[in-house]
């Protein structure tokens, strides 16, 4: 029972934190402005050309752009993954130190 209150304690805490991110989005500080999208003209067999060209310098810039947020990101969460963890494990750890000193004093009073 203990434990499905600790998990529901940390589950709830956790939440509004999620929200709070999905609400003002999260943007990476590290790579750089996103490469727009380019403009196609296919009216010609010139602009057509030029078209190609551009899609696929988007393409490459896109791909750079996209590596580093996805390596930005991971690096985030990897830090908040290990930061909420020592965080929970210390809230665990002060809910089993209550657990042990209440069933310590339980079987004392039981005598």
Known sequence: MMRL?????LTVSVLPAMAQAA??????????????APAIDLSNYAKYG????KVNQYQ????TYNTCVRNEAKTEMDAISKSAAAIQKGIWDNFSKYNAAFKEAESKTKK
């Open 5 to 9: 209150f600790v998990f529901a304690l």
């Open 23 to 36: 609400d003002t989005g999260w943007k990476p500080s590290k790579c750089g402005a996103e490469p727009s």
């Open 50 to 53: 030029e078209s190609v060209k």
């Open 60 to 63: 490459k810039d896109a791909q």
